[in-house]
């Protein structure tokens, strides 16, 4: 993933936390590999433990660790974070996740009061984690993920190898996927799905779309530009970071070629299963009718 990568690492860099700056792309990279996708076969099974129940209801911030589980909730408004991976860990979590949710919100305000409290837990470790999406055996360097009912579930690696910042936009984007219910559908364009989370995630953070998108960039600056929007298949194989930034550029182009409200309906309606949004909330255009547009684009804004 682009500008989070080259973000935490300069900003890592200047607080002296090399190390964690340095893998915060590969982070990054594995969760890109490694799923997001919200559409995901095999995300549907969530086991959550018995604990999740116990949490106080009296106070806004509870801590129930169970004695069965070891597993601990925090919660606040609208969030509820729990994991067996100790207190203060958690609270980093939910704290991250708050900032997390409050970005979303920006973008999508209806969307994330209607969704009620976004559920997230923390695995241990990567058995912990593949159990927690459903059994779906991963790497272990997977970093996060959203399962078919709605769960944001985040791996270790999130915790450990991510400064804050990155740790917001990685929630944000699976906060994004939640609140538009984009993991309850099977179907759906991988480059809307994924490219609306990562334009709702990364619009806060204050990187430009060309340090968000640094090998889409260099190729632009190449001469080499894509056509449009990437396909389905360039989310699975090797090229993965680059579908994300492909995905992402793609809809800071439709933001500003045609507003924010046009593109937020063609985001929901996408998101609830329509196939021809496109055209009908951009004015009847198609995506190859734009080729000449987005690459000026491209010129203008990461060249
Ligand atoms: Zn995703």
Redesign the pocket.
């Known amino acids: 993933m682009r500008t989070i990568g080259r973000g935490q690492r300069t900003r890592a860099t200047e607080g002296g936390a090399r190390r964690a700056g340095a893998a915060a792309g590969v982070v990054l990279a594995a969760m890109l590999l490694g ?4 559409s995901g076969p095999g995300g549907g099974v969530h086991t959550s433990t018995g604990s999740v129940s116990s949490r106080s209801a009296t106070s806004s911030r509870s801590s129930a660790p169970s004695a069965a589980t070891g597993t601990v909730v925090l919660s606040t408004a609208g969030l509820q974070v729990s994991g067996s991976v100790g207190t203060t860990q958690l609270a980093q979590v939910l704290a991250e996740a708050r900032v997390a949710r409050t970005w979303v919100a920006r973008t999508w305000p209806t969307q994330v009061a209607a969704a009620g409290t976004v559920r997230v837990q923390v695995a241990a470790n990567a058995a912990q984690f593949a159990r927690l999406r459903g059994g779906v055996p991963e790497s272990d360097d997977l970093a996060a993920s ?1 399962t078919a009912s709605g769960e944001v579930v985040i791996g270790q690696a999130v915790m450990q190898g991510l400064t804050a910042q990155g740790q917001r936009v990685v929630l944000a ?2 906060i994004t ?1 939640v609140v538009l219910r984009q993991t309850t559908r099977t179907g759906l364009a991988r480059w809307v ?2 490219g609306s ?1 990562e334009y709702t995630a990364y619009r806060w953070t204050g990187l430009s779309l060309g340090a968000a998108c640094p090998t889409l960039a260099a190729d632009v600056r190449a001469d080499r530009l894509p056509a449009g929007p990437p396909p389905d298949a360039a989310f699975s194989g090797g090229q993965q970071q680059r579908a994300y930034q492909d995905a992402h550029a793609y809809m800071s182009f439709l933001v500003d070629r045609f507003g924010e409200n046009a593109w937020k309906q063609f985001v929901l309606a996408t998101s609830s299963g329509s196939t021809d949004a496109f055209g009908a909330d951009f004015d009847g255009a198609t995506t190859t009718g734009l080729r000449a547009a987005y690459a000026a684009f491209l010129r203008h804004t990461v060249g």
Do not use: L, Q, R, W
């Open positions: 799923g997001c996708d919200g959203t984007h699976e996927h799905v994924e989370a």
